[in-house]
């Protein structure tokens, strides 16, 4: 077998019993016995996530436990591989990300963040609780494409103060083509078609897809 | 999910009931003073309304009656009905008028039934949580919305009660006394089953380091470490209550509320609620299910299956109807019981506490007196300690809203509980996120 296609086996195995140590050490190895850090990234590291989201969208019971470490493990690997990089990465774009205001649940955000920064792009955290005012004056300061908006609770997601008040704002500021809103969160499990309601331009059922939506928001925007 | 949830009134039976820690007369029930010989204790839960009748003269339960809060059709999680009441004040005012309307149609089935006739309830006590009482009585229900109240205190105290009165039958000079939340996001309820659980003993009485857990879809946590009294909030999701699980239910007749290894490694041994046929799983036997597959190596400490299980799940039962258990199942009591996992390192490391500091741990809530210590502990549901410390209670808080009303007063009864009470808001916990995750796996409770 190609040595690289095992330790891709190992290190998805690894990934599937959530296996964090495990993980790492798959890396290490093959970094140890010659493997360049840009094959672990583009292709043991991102092709796992990609095939997280085929066996998601296969068997629609997403586990809450194997998304964390997936997106752990990736965001950890990445940033010890990049610095090892022989060229500077390009960066893919630029995103701030947030939960809507009224909103504490920080913890999609955090996946979400780690798949982003396994894919290169850029990503400010602006935390928990944040005012539709600061996401689109960051959004501006950090010359960012998207603007990630996360909600677990159904009025953050609806309200007046999420998404729809975000979208007014780039209106308002002649904005609204260069900057693309992208939403996720539980409520939008349950209603797929709320994202439209409340104006974004996407929204995503878990952090490996958001990373592939954003990608595609990042493209058309540029 | 199947719909099991339509269920009429039923009687409150002797095990339903928390045992008072102290019961009798009142301490000082003046029948020149206090009037009507009859009182009603009501826990206004979000799912379950329950409420008991007294005799307040001799000390003495009437009656139990519990049913389901009829407000669900306005969303089974407290924010709906807190957004869907914030839409307009007509909608508010019917949202509240369903509560209402409930606590007199049980008061007056209770009377019909040989219990206090509603014109001899001298007073009626009720608990609940913030968001329950709030709209109970219209006072400040949207600013549980935001979330700068939910540490403070919130007036869930009627203007008027007259159309109460009128509507439950009740004579003019009858109390009707809503027992104050703690705090936006900590309810009456709270405090009535630390109450009921004598979990702050009298001084001299050796209890520090208790818990408590009040189980629901919004779950409460308590730790009284001999001096305060550390409360949280902890929203799980339903899953303890059999809700959003494939083949759940609540506990009620027909629950498989115990599941057994049996003689061979795929067969297992049901107890049913009322012994009548199967019909789904509530909150322990979610628990039992799990556990069993745990120890069997057909589920995996991360929530995945072992290879050769598809997306069909686990049957764990063949019938006319299968009793499965899927990954997405499984997944909803993980992330349901890492919040409380997440929630007790927290309350326990404001404390400067640790797990065998604790001498009490009191469960209380949706499991009722059902749960299988063992299971709960090998999955992680509840603190791992010594099964001789931990007490399993069915519903605290109407025991504790019983003893209020035999007490005949809350304030004065509650306010050493009110002043040692520190809130915590695990929203923006540092701590909480990284807790949360080490909690998602099966595995006894990671509190250190
Ligand atoms: C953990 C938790 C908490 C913690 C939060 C701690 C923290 N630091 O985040 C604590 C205990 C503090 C908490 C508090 C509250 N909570 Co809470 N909580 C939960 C719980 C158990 C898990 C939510 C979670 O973090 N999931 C983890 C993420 C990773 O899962 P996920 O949604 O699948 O995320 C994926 C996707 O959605 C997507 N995604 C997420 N964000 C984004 C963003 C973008 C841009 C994209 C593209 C994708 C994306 O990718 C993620 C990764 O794959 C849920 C119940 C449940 N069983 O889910 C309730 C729940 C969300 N909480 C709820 C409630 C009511 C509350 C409280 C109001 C309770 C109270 N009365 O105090 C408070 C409010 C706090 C606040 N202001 O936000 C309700 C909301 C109900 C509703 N109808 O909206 C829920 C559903 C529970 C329930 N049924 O009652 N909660």
Redesign the pocket.
Same mark, same amino acid.
């Given at each position: 077998m190609d040595p690289l296609q095992s330790i891709m086996k190992a290190y998805n195995e690894a990934l599937f019993d959530t296996d964090r140590d495990g993980a790492l050490k798959v890396v290490h190895e093959a970094v140890a016995a010659g493997v360049t850090p840009e094959d672990i990234v583009f292709k043991v590291v991102l092709p796992a996530m990609e095939s997280m989201i085929k066996s998601i969208s296969e068997d629609f019971d997403?586990n $809450?436990a194997q998304?964390?470490m997936t997106?752990q493990i990736a965001t950890e690997v990445t940033e010890e591989m990049i610095p090892k990089f022989r060229a500077v990465p390009s960066v893919a774009g630029r995103v701030v990300?947030g939960?809507a205001q &009224?909103?504490? @649940?920080?913890?999609?955000? /955090? #996946?979400?963040i780690g798949?982003l920064k396994a894919r290169m792009i850029e990503v400010t955290d602006l935390g928990?609780?944040v005012s539709p005012e600061r996401f689109v004056d960051e959004a501006v300061a950090c010359n960012a494409g998207v603007i990630? #908006?996360?909600?677990?609770?159904?009025?953050?997601?609806r309200g007046e103060n999420g998404c729809l008040r975000v979208r007014q704002l780039l209106k308002e500021r002649g904005l609204d083509t260069r900057i693309k809103i992208?939403? &996720? &969160?539980? =409520?939008? @499990?349950f209603a797929h078609d709320l994202y439209k309601v409340v104006q974004a331009d996407?929204?995503?059922?878990?952090?490996?897809?958001?990373g592939r939506? #954003?990608e595609d928001l990042i493209r058309r925007v540029r | 999910m199947r719909n099991r949830y339509a269920q009429p009134w039923r009687p409150l039976s002797p095990d339903d009931y928390t045992p008072l820690i102290h019961t009798g007369p009142g301490p000082a029930y003046d029948a020149l003073q206090r009037g009507r010989a009859c009182g009603a204790a009501v826990d206004l839960g979000t799912s379950q309304i329950r409420i008991s009748t007294w005799d307040r003269r001799t000390g003495e339960r009437l009656a139990g009656i519990c049913g389901m809060n009829p407000q669900a059709v306005f969303?089974?999680? #407290? $924010?709906?009905r807190l957004?869907a009441a914030c839409r307009s004040e007509e909608r508010a005012r019917e949202i509240s008028r369903m509560a209402g309307n409930a606590i007199g149609d049980a008061l007056r089935l209770l009377a019909s039934r040989g219990s206090a006739g509603t014109g001899d309830i001298g007073q009626i006590m009720i608990v609940g949580?913030?968001?329950m009482l709030s709209l109970l009585s219209l006072k400040n229900y949207s600013l $549980?919305l935001q =979330?700068e109240y939910?540490s403070r205190e919130i007036d869930c105290r009627p203007e008027d009660t007259r159309q109460w009165h009128t509507d439950w039958g009740l004579a003019n000079d009858a109390a009707i006394d809503i027992i104050q939340p703690l705090g936006?996001?900590v309810g009456s309820d709270l405090l009535a089953g630390v109450l009921a659980t004598n979990l702050t003993c009298p001084a001299g009485d050796a209890a520090e380091g208790a818990l408590f857990i009040d189980f629901g879809?919004?779950s409460e946590i308590a730790l009284w470490d001999g001096a305060k009294l550390w409360v949280? +909030?902890?929203?799980?999701? =339903?899953?303890f209550e059999g809700r959003?699980i494939t083949c759940g239910m609540p506990a009620g007749p027909g629950a498989i509320y115990r599941i057994t290894p049996g003689h061979s490694p795929h067969d297992f041994a049901f107890d049913v609620i009322g012994g009548e046929e199967l019909q789904g799983l509530c909150g322990s036997g979610l628990v039992d299910g799990i556990a069993c597959l745990l120890k069997l190596g057909i589920l995996k400490k991360n929530g995945n299956f072992s290879p050769g299980i598809g997306k069909d799940g686990f049957s764990l039962f063949r019938g006319r109807e299968d009793i499965v258990l899927k990954k997405k199942d499984v997944?909803?009591m993980q /992330?349901?019981k890492?919040?409380i996992g997440?929630?007790v390192f927290c309350l326990l490391e404001n404390a400067g506490m640790r797990l065998r500091d604790l001498r009490r741990v009191c469960i209380a809530g949706a499991f009722g007196k059902h749960l299988n210590i063992a299971n709960a502990c090998s999955i992680g549901l509840i603190p791992d300690v010594s099964p001789a410390k931990i007490e399993l209670y069915g519903n605290a808080a109407l025991a504790g809203c019983e003893l209020l009303l035999i007490a005949g007063e809350g304030a004065e009864t509650l306010a050493p509980l009110r002043s040692s009470a520190h809130m915590i808001? $695990? +929203? &923006?916990?540092s701590l909480?996120?990284d807790k949360?995750i080490q909690n998602l796996y099966l595995q006894p409770m990671q509190t250190a």
């Open positions: 997403a $809450l998304h964390f997106a990300i939960t &009224g909103d504490m @649940h920080s913890l999609g955000k /955090r #996946i979400v798949c928990v609780n990630a #908006i996360s909600a677990m609770m159904v009025h953050t997601a992208v939403v &996720g &969160g539980a =409520p939008y @499990h996407a929204w995503a059922e878990d952090g490996v897809t958001a939506v #954003i | 969303g089974t999680d #407290i $924010l709906m957004t949580n913030t968001a $549980l =979330p939910w936006g996001f879809s919004n949280t +909030s902890a929203a799980g999701g =339903p899953a959003g997944d909803s /992330r349901a890492a919040a997440a929630g808001n $695990l +929203s &923006g916990d909480f996120e949360f």
